[in-house]
């Protein structure tokens, strides 16, 4: 049986799921005059579906990564495809490469993939792989290891905590259903954010099914469809945790300024203090140990004085990934320094900080460097 199909098409839908070809090889078939190309991994799924006008032809499982490599070296616009039991074939102008059927087959349950009738976009994506850092690691804390996602009406909200910060969202989505809030793999979703490789205003469609969530979208003529777990079914109740925030003054900051900030944080080691005096956000790195510091200030033309904040310099660096920062963040700092403190970009992030050890602020007779 032979499938003739275009280099274009072929080697794009074999590039959006590199990221998931591995031990389990690559299934090919052809079903109602559609080429269906399906990988799996323990950390989700993928699925490309490209129109074809050809017989049927049952599953045959490859070496995906070799047969990417064929597909990219060949000079023709169109490739013929020979389909047979031993495995397939890609017959070039000049030459003729074969791939053999592997003898392990991989779990097919293309049921996971389901119905993708509500839109988000591909900066709402971004924003919920960005709060995957603040799931937690732990594997004796399940009801925290992955992104907890749930719809109703037009919203879909999300949320991720690993106990000391966390990250939460509200994304507007046409034509969702509601569904009951279940945990899902944050690692299965960020494979699919990495092959779907989504610009920012581009419509992505999602779906919920018994066991997954399904994220597709269409490029060049093929449908790409990439299925995230369910995990688990228990989550904190984060909003009543979120109703009993209370904050003060409120000021923002540009996220490359921070990060700069976060680069010399890391390098003196130690842990951070932040605070507002007068008009200007101060942010000191300090390591007492090794008596070093590295000192910051942004002027924010706020008046008034904040709680002087706490924090480890390795949680807020996943704070201010965790808020998918979108050019800026805002800092809500708390009424008391033992409080979290809000920081927003694309989600919002409680931090809870350490216990402070300063007696007295290092910042109130400091005058700005210019």
Same mark, same amino acid.
């Given at each position: ?19 998931? *070809? ?12 559609? #080429? ?10 993928? #699925? ?18 070799? #047969? ?14 020979? +389909? ?7 017959? +070039? ?6 791939? =053999?059927? #592997? ?40 009801? !925290? ?19 000391? /910060? ?29 092959? /779907? ?20 979208? =269409? ?8 299925? *995230?777990?369910?995990?688990?079914? &228990? ?25 700069? +900030? ?7 080691? &130690? ?5 507002? *005096?007068?008009?200007? !956000? ?32 390795? !949680? ?18 708390? !009424? ?35």
């Amino acid at each position: 049986m032979t499938l003739k199909i275009s280099k274009t098409e072929l080697a794009g839908a074999l590039n959006a799921l590199s990221s998931y *070809v591995g031990k389990f090889g690559l299934g090919v078939s052809v079903q109602d005059n559609t #080429l269906y190309l399906f990988a799996y991994t323990d950390d989700g799924s993928a #699925l490309a579906r490209i129109p074809c006008n050809c017989p049927n032809f049952e599953w045959v499982y490859v070496d995906g990564t070799a #047969l990417s490599d064929v597909v990219k070296l060949a000079d023709d616009d169109v490739l013929e495809m020979h +389909f047979s039991e031993a495995g397939l074939s890609l017959k +070039f102008r000049n030459s003729t490469s074969e791939l =053999r059927t #592997l003898s392990a087959t991989m779990p097919l349950d293309l049921a996971r993939f389901c119905e993708t009738t509500a839109l988000i976009k591909g900066n709402d994506l971004g924003a919920l792989s960005a709060m995957t850092e603040a799931a937690s690691t732990d594997e004796t804390r399940p009801n !925290l290891k992955g992104i907890y996602l749930s719809a109703e009406g037009d919203t879909l909200t999300a949320a991720a905590s690993d106990g000391y /910060i966390l990250s939460y969202t509200s994304i507007n989505a046409e034509n969702l259903t509601t569904v009951k809030g279940a945990l899902y793999s944050a690692k299965a979703l960020n494979r699919a954010k990495r092959a /779907i490789k989504p610009s920012e205003d581009e419509p992505i469609a999602i779906g919920f099914g018994a066991g997954s969530i399904t994220l597709s979208t =269409r490029r060049d003529g093929v449908n790409f469809l990439c299925a *995230v777990p369910r995990v688990g079914d &228990g989550f904190p109740d984060f909003k009543a945790i979120v109703k009993g925030i209370k904050t003060t003054l409120e000021v923002q900051i540009e996220t490359r300024t921070l990060d700069a +900030f976060l680069k010399r944080a890391s390098a003196m080691g &130690g842990s951070i203090y932040m605070q507002v *005096v007068n008009g200007f !956000l101060w942010m000191m790195a300090l390591n007492t140990m090794e008596e070093r510091k590295s000192l910051d200030s942004v002027a924010v033309g706020v008046e008034g004085e904040s709680p002087l904040m706490h924090y480890a310099i390795g !949680l807020f660096k996943d704070v201010s990934k965790a808020c998918a920062p979108n050019g800026h963040v805002t800092l809500k700092f708390p !009424l008391q320094n033992n409080g979290p403190m809000l920081i927003e970009g694309g989600a919002t992030v409680a931090a809870m900080p350490l216990m402070c050890e300063l007696k007295e602020s290092p910042f109130k007779d400091l005058q700005p460097a210019f």
